[in-house]
């Protein structure tokens, strides 16, 4: 069936490092995919979206591409800051949202 | 508006309660869903609603039933909980798919942490 698989984290830089978070996906077909945030003690926010393959989404300094050939949407920042520390969760639609395990990411002053 | 609104935040029962969530959404989303979230892990789908109607269960225990008062409103009622029900429930809307389930980005509330004691 469908899945996402994303690196296992924590993730742990200082403030201005670059970030990448991958995610693969398996499916059948081109489905829409997706990065969500969760903020401490918060519930879930898109971050950014991508409907077919070569898009880029892009918010608040972030973007992922859709790649159909490696079948990855990884997630980058250039220069993370203190207040990107969540849990990001790369996302797939299919007959409902799939979500992969999540990445903690901790940015240190 | 694109929020979705969850009362409470924090809700602590006991095994022997009867309480309910509330969830509001006003962005004319027709496809409304509960979900479940351990702490260090995904959400989980519950239960998915398409135009007020049931059309997915995830297998989801008897001791949580949901309702569709209408298109704005979703509701889970919790009855005889487990302490292993204690989570953050989440709940969220999108424009409705095939299937029921959704065809585009879904949003979130903000959630209510339920601690069954």
């Known amino acids: 069936g469908d899945s996402v698989t994303q690196m296992e984290g924590p993730v742990t830089l200082s403030e201005e490092a670059f970030l990448t978070i991958n995610c693969t996906y398996t499916a059948t077909g081109y489905p829409s995919l997706f990065w969500y945030v969760q903020y401490p003690g918060e519930g879930l926010q898109l971050l950014l979206k991508?409907?077919?393959?070569?898009d880029k989404g892009s918010n608040k300094g972030f973007e992922a591409t859709y790649r159909k050939e490696t079948t990855s949407f990884h997630l980058e920042k250039g220069s993370v800051q203190v207040s990107d520390s969540a849990v990001y969760f790369c996302?797939?639609?299919?007959?409902?949202?799939?979500f992969g395990t999540g990445t903690r990411l901790q940015v240190f002053p | 508006d694109t929020e979705v609104t969850q009362t409470p935040k924090h809700l602590v029962m006991g095994m022997t309660n009867k309480k309910s969530l509330k969830c509001e959404q006003h962005m004319g989303h027709r496809a409304m869903y509960w979900y479940k979230q351990k702490a260090k892990k995904p959400p989980e789908l519950m239960f998915v609603y398409s135009y007020e109607k049931l059309s997915i269960n995830e297998s989801v225990p008897s001791r949580f039933s949901p309702e569709c008062p209408n298109s704005s409103l979703l509701n889970l009622h919790l009855h005889a909980l487990q302490p292993e029900d204690s989570a953050l429930y989440l709940c969220a809307s999108s424009p409705p798919g095939r299937e029921g389930g959704p065809n585009t980005e879904a949003f979130f509330g903000q959630g209510t942490r339920l601690t069954v004691v």
């Open positions: 996302a797939l639609i299919a007959d409902k949202l799939i």
């Open positions: 991508a409907t077919k393959a070569d």
